[in-house]
């Protein structure tokens, strides 16, 4: 049974899916995302079903949207049966983004029940996993955690090998809706006064999606927009991402980014990670913007329309960022590390009447109030291009980047990640001793 609670990473489920990791065994099957979907499905229902019964409603619907990985499809298979096993109707959004995904329980016509993203982020194209949502948001760590212990009963009590009984699961294309609901936001906000269809007209935008999801934004929102994405690259989805990891800290994607904005002399670069929660940008003078630097530029953005709002970042952040924050009018928040303390951290502030408009965590996740608390790194790159085009029709020249010019630097800054070699049960409290131990030696 401890083999799908292994399996929880937080409010998320992540396992390896294929052989090719050294000393790494598959433990994410098919007959395990089985009885996850399952445990899922039976979970959702039984929060909905007595409201369904009472309106007359048709029953649960769940939607499941994937990331490009080679595991994809047939760990797809092994949801469908799961959903329908416990009564859902299942529709099939196929290529999507996590963001996408929490969106599909909130835009109509669609307003689905509950959606699954899989996805294992910007981890190994041997890994994958899973990402649950309902209209009120992602899951919670002790819901996921509810899930997997059914599903864990589930597991020990049947033969491991995934169902036969396929159902038929209705085919959606959601993703052309979400884009157009990125398009919209575009136009009227930046409401220009000469062609408020393209807004974005003469402004080069480049953006590498790392071979993952995020391909969509150039074709289906930036062209549509006006924009000139040539020189954009990694767009086509690709579940063996052959070129580098997609993640916005990466380094090699951080690089070959600059380089494709000074070849192109672009106003913007964007990095997305393979589910494009997250995202990075480089600015026209081919300044990288990510970690401290991102929440600075979103900090900016957020205080000019919302003075004196609170802004919740993980601790890693530096005593520049807080002076930057403050220097503006703001309050900053350090809390735990964690995109999602850090998210729920905001949501509880706003809870108990602090006004915070924007959460943000040094990885790139990024969430905000205007956007139900949402880590959408498609939203935030929208944010700034928002931004990017009123300078320019303000009169201003400089890019993105002259908004955080006077953010300090740190001479050197290094982050390390240590592996904890202990049982599991006792990771944390094995993890603890060994920073306490690690203190002697700097302080």
Same mark, same amino acid.
């Given at each position: 049974m401890d083999r799908i609670r292994r399996l929880q990473n937080g409010s998320d489920v992540r396992g390896v899916a294929l052989e090719g990791e050294k000393g790494r065994v598959v433990d994410l099957t098919p007959p395990v995302v089985e009885a996850i979907a399952e445990?899922?499905?039976?979970?959702?229902?039984? %929060?909905?079903? %007595?409201?369904?019964?009472e309106s007359g409603e048709d029953g649960v619907r769940v939607s499941l949207g994937k990331d490009p990985r080679i595991s994809g499809p047939k760990l797809s298979v092994a949801v469908f049966v799961g959903l329908a096993r416990a009564g859902c109707?299942?529709?099939?959004?196929?290529?999507?983004?996590?963001?996408?995904?929490?969106?599909?329980?909130?835009?109509?016509?669609?307003?689905?029940?509950?959606?699954?993203?899989?996805?294992a982020s910007h981890l190994p194209y041997t890994r994958n996993g899973l990402k649950f949502f309902t209209g009120r948001g992602g899951l919670t760590s002790p819901e996921v955690e509810e899930i997997c212990d059914r599903a864990a009963r589930k597991y020990a009590n049947r033969l491991a090998k995934v169902s036969t009984m396929l159902p038929a699961p %209705?085919?959606?294309?959601?993703?052309?809706?979400?884009?157009?609901?990125?398009?919209?936001?575009?136009?009227?906000?930046?409401?220009?006064?000469?062609?408020?269809?393209?807004?974005l007209k003469g402004f080069q935008i480049i953006v590498n999606a790392g071979n993952g999801s995020g391909g969509f934004f150039t074709r289906d929102v930036l062209d549509k927009l006006g924009a000139d994405t040539f020189g954009s690259f990694h767009l086509n989805p690709d579940?063996?991402?052959?070129?580098?990891?997609?993640?916005?800290?990466?380094?090699?994607a951080m690089s070959l980014t600059r380089s494709a904005v000074l070849d192109n002399s672009a106003d913007l670069g964007i990095v997305f990670d393979t589910d494009v929660d997250r995202s990075g940008v480089v600015d026209n003078l081919c300044n990288p913007i990510n970690g401290d630097r991102l929440i600075a530029l979103m900090s900016a953005?957020?205080?000019?329309?919302?003075?004196?709002?609170?802004?919740?970042?993980?601790?890693?952040?530096?005593?520049?960022?807080?002076?930057?924050?403050?220097?503006?009018?703001?309050?900053?928040?350090?809390?735990?590390?964690?995109?999602?303390?850090v998210i729920d951290k905001g949501v509880q502030?706003?809870?108990?009447?602090?006004?915070?408009?924007?959460?943000?965590?040094?990885?790139?996740?990024?969430?905000?109030?205007?956007?139900h608390f949402l880590d959408d790194g498609a939203y935030m790159v929208v944010k700034i291009?928002?931004?990017?085009?009123?300078? %320019?029709?303000?009169?201003?020249?400089?890019?993105?980047?002259?908004?955080?010019?006077?953010?300090?630097?740190?001479?050197?800054?290094?982050?390390?990640?240590?592996?904890?070699?202990?049982?599991?049960?006792?990771?944390?409290?094995?993890?603890?001793?060994?920073?306490?131990?690690?203190?002697?030696?700097?302080?």
């Open positions: 445990s899922f499905g039976e979970w959702v229902v039984s %929060k909905l079903g %007595k409201e369904r019964e109707q299942v529709f099939d959004m196929g290529l999507a983004t996590t963001p996408a995904c929490f969106m599909s329980t909130l835009l109509p016509p669609f307003v689905y029940d509950a959606s699954i993203m899989m996805t %209705k085919k959606v294309d959601f993703m052309s809706t979400y884009a157009r609901h990125l398009r919209d936001i575009i136009k009227e906000r930046i409401n220009h006064p000469l062609h408020y269809d393209t807004p579940g063996m991402f052959p070129n580098h990891i997609p993640n916005p800290e990466d380094k090699t953005i957020v205080l000019k329309e919302h003075p004196g709002t609170t802004i919740v970042t993980d601790a890693r952040t530096s005593m520049a960022l807080t002076q930057f924050i403050t220097d503006r009018g703001g309050h900053h928040c350090l809390y735990r590390v964690g995109y999602r303390n502030l706003n809870k108990d009447g602090i006004e915070t408009h924007l959460m943000m965590e040094t990885s790139g996740h990024g969430a905000l109030k205007e956007n291009i928002i931004e990017m085009v009123r300078m %320019k029709l303000e009169g201003s020249n400089e890019g993105i980047g002259s908004l955080i010019k006077d953010l300090e630097e740190p001479l050197e800054s290094i982050e390390l990640r240590m592996n904890v070699i202990s049982e599991p049960r006792h990771a944390k409290a094995k993890a603890i001793e060994a920073i306490e131990e690690f203190r002697t030696y700097i302080e």
